[in-house]
């Protein structure tokens, strides 16, 4: 775990190691300090004149400012060491992610990962600041004192090596205790964050159903569980207060009647006042780095789970990648399906795909309709290598998909998804996800195929709009014909349209695909689609159930031996009719 996190300190190795070296001197002046102090309360006490008080308090004084200032510099040098290593950290961690193939992201919910680039990094980030300066000047300051405890008190400072080994013994118990248990609230910390998001995201649903309230209990539930986990968690952490107390009175009062007591008793020969002085400042050290060496353990334990839980993000390998010798040209776009069947994941019981064996010449159009849970979508997630098959293989270019560059096949296929995101920003920054050096004139003309030229010219600021968050200033038609046009900037081998025109008007959809067989004739086009309409004039149609391909043919073939077929279209321009003539009765009224 050590040597993964090391790896994000990289250029602040320097700042790093500089810390804990400014900490040593300036613990040295401190310790020194008290020392120098004593000789002056016995310079003073033997009639010591004005000269030598001076001199004494010149000498303190440069100490004191000495110590200031690398105690300055070492937090300096600790915030900024501390600081870069987290922004490096969460830096490696979304790269890492964005290389994640979907069986990765599909291991770690989404609310885990954020939670693991915020509360987790700063946990860690905390923690090494104090790793790097706390955790060194604690022990120094322990041995120091200790040292010079022995030289000034001789037998009475061996009342530290009591409470010591006590206190070191209650801290281990303690953090032995807690730290199951700070295991246990991270992992709520999840589920509460992802109660968190699933009702912002779904907020539109929650109010048109009334169900602010059910919402609200439920948040309420898990917050007061990671409430009651961390409260226990704490209770025990917090015994490291009263162990530190009792030790830090007890030395106190031990150094005090005993000290005084020899120093009464032998008249000060065998400890004087100067010596009873500096061992009240040794002791009083000791027992404060005590108390701060017990916040290290604390803040180290707390961070020991999220160390870990930022690790697993760190080591996990994605299940995807090229290959050592991968090819970076795709020659066409046809697609093979040789025998393929798929999973999910390896302990499924159920196969998502079995025995698919189709075969998409370059340029065709191939239409795909299926009831919910067909495994539409699966069956296309394959060919752009979201996934890799289970069994059988996938061909692009009359290759198999694993033998190809990912990033090479990827910008070959292009996928518009029903539910399409638009990032934050405008309407040309979104476009230019499919060719970040598309010209305007390239923009203007994907986005006339795409039948989206039409509504951007009718706001003020054209193709500068703005687009919120998730496009939540535009309508879902809208979305999605910005979306097809984003993937036709790509001048994919492969289109890919997974139900990608459900929002958009039949007209609409009927214009968006004649201008594909006018503009891309050599594209290859797949279309998932719940509308007959939608993929009627493809060259062949695919009927999917239950994760197989039940019957392939063109509209006229399938209409003449496939029941479910001809049901469906039967129904859906029955349903057409009679919507176009109610609409024409109420134009009439």
Request: net charge neutral.
């Amino acid at each position: 775990m050590v040597k993964t996190l090391s790896h994000s300190i990289r250029e602040y190795k320097k700042t790093s190691i500089l810390t804990p070296l400014l900490v040593t001197v300036e613990v040295v002046m401190e310790c020194a300090i008290p020392f120098v102090i004593a000789n002056l309360v016995n310079q003073m006490q033997a009639g010591c004149t004005m000269d030598v008080i001076v001199r004494y308090g010149i000498q303190l004084l440069a100490m004191a400012i000495i110590s200031l200032v690398f105690g300055a510099a070492a937090g300096a040098t600790c915030a900024n060491a501390s600081a870069g290593f987290a922004r490096n950290l969460r830096k490696d961690m979304f790269y890492h992610i964005q290389d994640y193939s979907f069986e990765n992201i599909d291991k770690f919910s989404v609310s885990s990962l954020v939670t693991r680039l915020t509360t987790d990094i700063s946990n860690v980030q905390l923690a090494y600041m104090m790793i790097i300066r706390v955790a060194v000047r604690c022990p120094l300051m322990l041995v120091f004192s200790f040292v010079m405890g022995f030289v000034m008190g001789g037998r009475l400072a061996m009342i530290f090596l009591v409470t010591i080994p006590l206190l070191l013994i209650g801290l281990l118990l303690v953090i032995r205790a807690a730290t199951p248990l700070f295991r246990q609230v991270f992992r709520k910390y999840d589920a509460l964050n992802d109660s968190v998001q699933e009702n912002v995201q779904a907020m539109r649903v929650v109010k048109s159903y009334v169900r602010e309230d059910y919402e609200k209990k439920k948040f309420a539930a898990a917050a007061e569980n990671v409430q009651r986990d961390f409260t226990k968690a704490e209770r025990i952490m917090a015994l490291n207060g009263p162990m530190m107390q009792f030790c830090i009175y007890t030395g106190m009062v031990f150094v005090m009647s005993y000290g005084s007591y020899t120093v009464i008793t032998t008249q000060g020969l065998a400890l004087n006042v100067g010596q009873m002085s500096s061992m009240l400042t040794y002791s009083f050290q000791i027992l404060m780095s005590l108390m701060m060496l017990s916040m290290v353990f604390t803040m180290i334990t707390m961070s020991q789970e999220s160390a870990e839980r930022i690790v697993q993000v760190l080591t996990e390998e994605s299940t995807l990648t090229s290959p050592a010798d991968a090819l970076t040209e795709v020659k066409d776009g046809s697609v093979d399906f040789d025998h393929v069947s798929f999973k999910y994941s390896k302990t499924a019981e159920r196969s998502a795909l079995s025995d698919i064996d189709l075969h998409i010449q370059s340029g065709e159009v191939i239409g795909i309709l299926g009831g919910t849970g067909s495994s539409k979508s699966s069956l296309v997630q394959l060919i752009p290598r979201l996934y890799d098959a289970t069994e059988g293989s996938v061909k692009v270019g009359g290759v198999d998909v694993r033998r190809y560059d990912l990033e090479t096949l990827r910008n070959q296929v292009a996928v518009v998804l029903q539910k399409n995101v638009l990032f934050s920003g405008t309407i040309k920054d979104n476009l230019r996800w499919g060719n970040p050096g598309a010209t305007d004139e390239q923009m203007l003309e994907a986005c006339r195929l795409a039948q989206a030229d039409e509504f951007i010219q009718q706001f003020p600021d054209k193709y500068d709009t703005w687009i919120e968050q998730g496009g939540t200033n535009v309508s879902g038609g809208q979305k999605q014909r910005l979306c097809i046009a984003r993937a036709l900037l790509k001048k994919p081998k492969i289109l890919i349209l997974d139900d990608s025109t459900s929002a958009v008007d039949t007209r609409t959809d009927a214009l968006i695909r004649k201008g594909f067989r006018e503009f891309i004739p050599e594209t290859t086009k797949i279309i998932i689609a719940q509308r007959v309409s939608s993929v009627q004039d493809a060259d062949r149609i695919i009927m999917m159930e239950g994760g197989r391909i039940v019957d392939v043919g063109n509209h006229q073939e399938l209409m003449e031996r496939n029941q479910v077929y001809r049901d469906l279209y039967t129904t859906q321009n029955r349903s057409s009719i009679g919507q176009t003539q109610n609409g024409g009765d109420k134009d009439a009224e």
